[in-house]
């Protein structure tokens, strides 16, 4: 079996099986482990279906870092829950959940299975310079469409893209990124930068929506080559022209906001699936019964079982 990594958007994941799994589902003391056991069960299908071989849980240490904010300050303001002077905002998470997240680091260090983001970074920038430096074929596994970013079919980098659910899950090639949107995954970050994105505070050139930011791309190459265009005067309709210039300022210093940082200085660690050793299955099982993660933790254990015997 060819050596593969798996590159997961822990967060998004973790959203994902907190709102997938009931929340009746609870430890014996009483605490919700929905999100907790959901998120194992996501990880044991992930290993079972796409065979990785090595995986890391991407992590978001800053999920809103204020380099981005000053650029843009809108930047995912709608999801403050609390603004703090000294080190990252408090993201807006349900309590049920952020209860939850010191036990699913818990559990991935029973299993394995290392976590490693980055001071000031986003989960995106780990999967962005772990995907770009790795020797071995990528995937990425999120929600985030930003992400589309990193898909390079010489490199061997997809996406396995989940917004329509753990049953629907989509390989992001650059054919589908073509299909879909009619821009190479090289453009991908200038054309979210162009339509904008609701969902992360970004305002996007007012008047420019999907099918207008690729038709400027395919005919001009790039962000800077539209704006050259719109400054030169030809290349588009006076209308569009206008836009862009109107625009100028947001254009400035978005893409440094939308790109994902591919460069980062990261831990060395061992991502490497393989079986649990008696010791480690003891823990694990303990940690399993203390927090009512039952049969998950077994369906994990099993996963990687196969996968270091592959």
């Given at each position: 079996?060819?050596?593969r990594?798996?590159?997961?958007?822990?967060?998004?994941?973790?959203?994902?099986?907190?709102?997938?799994?009931?929340?009746?589902?609870?430890a014996?003391?009483g605490?919700?482990?929905?999100?907790?056991?959901?998120?194992?069960?996501?990880?044991?299908?992930?290993?079972t279906?796409?065979?990785?071989t090595?995986?890391?849980?991407?992590?978001d240490?800053?999920?809103?870092?204020?380099?981005?904010?000053?650029?843009?300050?809108?930047y995912?303001?709608?999801?403050v829950a609390?603004?703090?002077?000294?080190?990252?905002d408090?993201?807006?998470?349900?309590?049920?959940?952020?209860?939850?997240?010191?036990?699913?680091?818990?559990?991935?260090?029973a299993?394995?299975?290392?976590?490693?983001?980055?001071?000031?970074?986003?989960a995106?920038?780990?999967?962005?310079?772990?995907?770009?430096?790795?020797?071995?074929?990528?995937?990425?596994?999120?929600?985030?469409?930003d992400?589309?970013?990193?898909v390079?079919d010489d490199?061997?980098?997809?996406?396995?893209?989940?917004?329509?659910?753990?049953?629907?899950?989509?390989?992001?090639?650059?054919?589908?990124v073509?299909?879909?949107?009619?821009?190479?995954?090289s453009?991908?970050?200038?054309?979210?930068?162009l339509?904008?994105?609701?969902?992360?505070?970004?305002p996007g050139?007012?008047?420019v929506?999907?099918?207008?930011?690729?038709t400027?791309?395919a005919a001009?190459?790039?962000?800077?080559?539209?704006?050259?265009?719109?400054?030169?005067?030809?290349?588009?309709?006076?209308?569009?022209?206008?836009k862009?210039?109107?625009?100028?300022d947001?254009?400035?210093?978005?893409?440094t906001?939308v790109?994902?940082?591919?460069?980062?200085n990261?831990?060395?660690?061992?991502?490497?699936?393989r079986p649990l050793g008696?010791?480690?299955?003891?823990?694990?099982?303990?940690?399993?019964?203390?927090?009512?993660?039952g049969?998950a933790?077994?369906?994990?254990?099993?996963?990687?079982?196969?996968?270091?015997?592959?």
């Amino acid at each position: 079996m060819t050596d593969r990594l798996m590159l997961l958007d822990s967060a998004s994941l973790y959203f994902r099986a907190f709102y997938g799994v009931p929340d009746t589902v609870k430890a014996p003391d009483g605490s919700p482990v929905n999100a907790v056991r959901g998120f194992l069960d996501i990880i044991t299908k992930l290993i079972t279906i796409y065979e990785p071989t090595h995986l890391v849980a991407c992590w978001d240490d800053d999920w809103r870092p204020q380099w981005r904010v000053d650029l843009i300050p809108t930047y995912k303001t709608h999801r403050v829950a609390e603004v703090v002077e000294v080190g990252p905002d408090v993201e807006v998470v349900p309590d049920p959940l952020e209860v939850q997240v010191p036990v699913i680091r818990e559990a991935l260090g029973a299993v394995g299975i290392p976590i490693v983001g980055a001071a000031e970074h986003e989960a995106d920038d780990v999967i962005g310079t772990l995907a770009a430096t790795s020797t071995l074929p990528v995937d990425v596994v999120t929600g985030d469409r930003d992400l589309f970013q990193l898909v390079d079919d010489d490199r061997d980098v997809r996406v396995i893209y989940t917004a329509r659910g753990m049953s629907n899950l989509e390989v992001i090639t650059v054919a589908v990124v073509v299909k879909k949107y009619g821009v190479l995954p090289s453009q991908y970050a200038d054309y979210a930068t162009l339509r904008g994105d609701a969902s992360d505070g970004l305002p996007g050139v007012a008047g420019v929506g999907e099918k207008t930011a690729a038709t400027l791309l395919a005919a001009h190459g790039d962000l800077a080559g539209i704006i050259a265009a719109a400054e030169a005067g030809g290349g588009m309709s006076a209308g569009v022209r206008s836009k862009i210039a109107a625009a100028a300022d947001y254009l400035e210093v978005a893409p440094t906001v939308v790109a994902v940082v591919r460069d980062l200085n990261l831990p060395e660690v061992d991502a490497r699936l393989r079986p649990l050793g008696e010791t480690e299955r003891q823990d694990a099982a303990a940690l399993a019964a203390r927090r009512g993660l039952g049969s998950a933790m077994d369906r994990i254990i099993a996963a990687l079982d196969k996968a270091g015997a592959a």
